[in-house]
């Protein structure tokens, strides 16, 4: 995707990723968009205003006592015009400022000026970033809106490893890209259901599945990327959450079907969460062990695919369902389609030994009305990006 005449402001923060900032405005300048740059002090320490200005095409700003950065460009109009904001490094100090609303350099003032979205890419030693100040700090600018890619996990700066990591620039990018998206869904609402469910049994125990979200939030930050504005409900993952998409995190399938609910109308569904068919009866005390084991008394969840198919006047235009088959993956899949009540099945065989179950690749068929469609294997981003755009080539027809 292009990001032809797509103005960035960034901003460099004091951090020895900062030299990888290099690299994010040359990946972005080769995608068509102009980048002007603001350093703080810090950063100068670590890469030159000569070579971020050669790179970027554009002088660098730095200094808002400067009368000639002034006369030139003031750093209000600096921080207004650009289409996005991105800070990256974003030092634990910069988000700190942010938080705080302080403004005593350059960098600091314009991000408190600007009215324009903001990415930041957080990088520090790891215990900073698992600071509860970081911590808490970062929660207030994500609940004012600032989005977040990263940090990645592994080396740090200092021999140590851990969380904290810049994300790499062409994460950056992407971020970027589904940020500033004029792409096939922009204005349509997406909702995704991702993950497995977890049913109590007691306070300590649950029943639960081998999902590992992998499929379900590569195919939030797809619909994402391709513009669609994006609910994630998701149930217990490891994944990290999708720039761009609001995630709800919950725990039963009662509450995924709640939150669901909750995010109607929306015009397109993918249920790609392993939801748990049944619950149990919860004990509201730790089971202790009798000499007999416990009876678990199962109940029916709610079908949230089978729901959203028949929501009346709230059904979205195109409701997606994922089956997960070991056996007679297509007629079960067909069979589906038609008790649920959904457009297209997503069919995929999970026997043991196919990896697709917390693995990184998938071979699907996509079932509906017309008949069934064959894709290679793939990896599960790839499936994702395919089912974004049929999704979009469906909406366009
Ligand atoms: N699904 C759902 N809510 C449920 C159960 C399933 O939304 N309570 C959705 C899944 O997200 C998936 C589709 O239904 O999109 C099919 O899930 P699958 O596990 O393959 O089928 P089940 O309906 O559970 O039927 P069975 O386990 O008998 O094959």
Redesign the pocket.
């Given at each position: 995707m292009s990001l032809h005449n797509r103005r960035v402001l960034l901003v460099i923060t004091g951090g020895i990723a900062a030299y990888k900032s290099l690299d994010l405005i040359r990946r972005l300048r080769e995608r068509g968009a102009s980048v002007r740059a603001i350093l703080t002090d810090a950063a100068t320490r670590f890469v030159t205003p000569l070579a971020v200005q050669t790179l970027s095409g554009n002088r660098v700003y730095s200094d808002i006592f400067s009368l000639t950065d002034e006369s030139e460009m003031g750093h209000l109009r600096l921080a207004r015009d650009a289409d996005l904001v991105v800070v990256a490094p974003a030092t634990a100090d910069m988000l700190a400022k942010m938080a705080g609303g302080i403004a005593d350099d350059l960098a600091s003032t314009a991000l408190l000026a600007t009215d324009r979205p903001i990415l930041v890419a957080p990088a520090m030693n790891h215990r900073m970033w698992l600071h509860d100040a970081t911590h808490a700090n970062m929660a207030l600018l994500e609940a004012r809106g600032v989005k977040r890619i990263g940090p990645n996990s592994g080396a740090l700066a200092e021999g140590e490893t851990g969380p904290g990591r810049m994300a790499e620039p062409l994460e950056i990018v992407a971020a970027i890209e589904t940020l500033l998206s004029a792409g096939p869904l922009k204005g349509r609402r997406a909702l995704v259901?991702s993950g497995p469910t977890h049913e109590a049994i007691d306070p300590v125990r649950f029943l639960a599945n081998r999902s590992s979200g992998k499929q379900g939030h590569a195919i939030a930050a797809a619909l994402a990327h391709a513009g669609a504005e994006t609910v994630l409900v998701s149930g217990p993952t490891a994944e990290p959450d999708p720039v761009g998409v609001t995630v709800h995190r919950v725990e039963s399938?009662r509450d995924m079907m709640k939150a669901c609910e909750a995010a109607l109308p929306v015009e397109i569904a993918v249920?790609?969460?392993?939801?748990?068919?049944w619950r149990v009866e919860a004990a509201s005390h730790k089971l202790k062990k009798t000499g007999a084991p416990p009876a678990l008394k199962l109940t029916e969840?709610?079908?949230?695919?089978?729901t959203l198919s028949h929501a009346g006047n709230r059904r979205p235009r195109l409701v997606v369902?994922?089956?997960?088959?070991t056996e007679n993956l297509i007629a079960?899949a067909r069979k589906?389609l038609a008790s649920?009540g959904c457009d297209w099945i997503v069919a995929n065989d999970v026997s043991p030994g196919t990896g697709v179950f917390g693995g990184d690749a998938n071979i699907v068929h996509i079932v509906d009305a017309a008949g069934v469609e064959d894709w290679p294997a793939l990896s599960k981003r790839e499936v994702a990006e395919r089912l974004a755009a049929r999704i979009a080539h469906f909406f366009a027809a």
């Open positions: 259901t399938a249920c790609a969460a392993a939801v748990a068919d969840n709610p079908d949230i695919l089978r369902g994922f089956a997960a088959e079960g589906k649920k």
